[in-house]
């Protein structure tokens, strides 16, 4: 069935640093979109990725169809980032599922 | 604009009790998603609608969960005799897959415990 791995499972960062996370899928994809939620459980909508990068301030994403992958980069960390990110991909006909997260600590 | 909203915002049952959650997509929204999320885990699709129709409940377990959109606009989930593993939190999501394709809309979700 369709599979979308996220890594890392859990990433601790300090305010001001950088990372990046990363979502594999295991079959081909015409989009990807990568959400945060968080304590309150509310799925909020950061990206939504047809092909290429986009960029909104810290945050940047690429889709890469060919190679099964997407990234997201976060850059200059702070507290209010913290959450569980998700990435969901669309599998064809409308069908998107989910990854299982990756969740971030951002620490003072 | 207002986004999607999902009643009851918690629900507490005792194994075998029926409960239903309710969905107002974000109004032309024509998809629309109904997940589980188990406490931890990511969301899993149920199933989805586009207008009125079921295009995809496969994963909806159909001895005990049904869901409907009749008019294409709001929807309802229902579980007929709750067990204690529907524990999760229930989310709506709707798409305007016409213009932009699949990007989801969450709602705040029905937080269910089943005891």
């Known amino acids: 069935g369709d599979q979308v791995e996220q890594s890392p499972s859990a990433l601790s960062l300090h305010e001001g640093t950088s990372s990046a996370l990363r979502c594999n899928f295991t079959?081909?994809?015409?989009?990807v979109q990568w959400f945060r939620q968080n304590s309150r459980g509310s799925l909020i909508n950061l990206f939504y990725?047809?092909?290429g990068t986009k960029e909104n301030g810290r945050l940047k994403s690429a889709f890469d169809s060919k190679e099964l992958y997407s990234t997201l980069h976060i850059r200059d960390a702070q507290l209010e980032d913290s959450g569980t990110y998700f990435c969901?991909?669309?599998?064809?006909?409308?069908?998107?599922?989910f990854g299982s997260g990756t969740r971030l600590l951002v620490s003072p | 604009e207002a986004g999607v909203t999902q009643s009851p915002r918690y629900a507490v049952l005792q194994e075998g009790q029926a409960v239903s959650f309710w969905c107002d997509p974000i109004?032309?929204?024509?998809?629309l998603y109904w997940y589980q999320q188990p406490r931890d885990q990511g969301p899993q699709l149920l199933v989805y609608?586009?207008?009125?129709?079921?295009?995809?409940n496969s994963q909806l377990p159909s001895d005990r969960f049904s869901a409907v959109r009749p008019k294409g606009t709001n929807s309802t989930l229902k579980i007929q005799s709750a067990k204690q593993g529907d524990t999760a939190t229930y989310l709506c999501?709707?798409?305007?897959?016409?213009?932009?394709?699949?990007?989801?809309?969450f709602g705040h979700g029905t937080k269910l415990s089943v005891l």
């Open positions: 990725l047809a092909s």
């Open positions: 609608f586009r207008d009125e129709a079921v295009i995809d």
């Open positions: 109004s032309g929204h024509d998809t």
């Open positions: 999501a709707s798409s305007f897959s016409r213009i932009s394709n699949e990007r989801l809309f």
């Open positions: 969901a991909v669309g599998t064809g006909g409308y069908k998107v599922v």
């Open positions: 079959t081909t994809t015409r989009s």
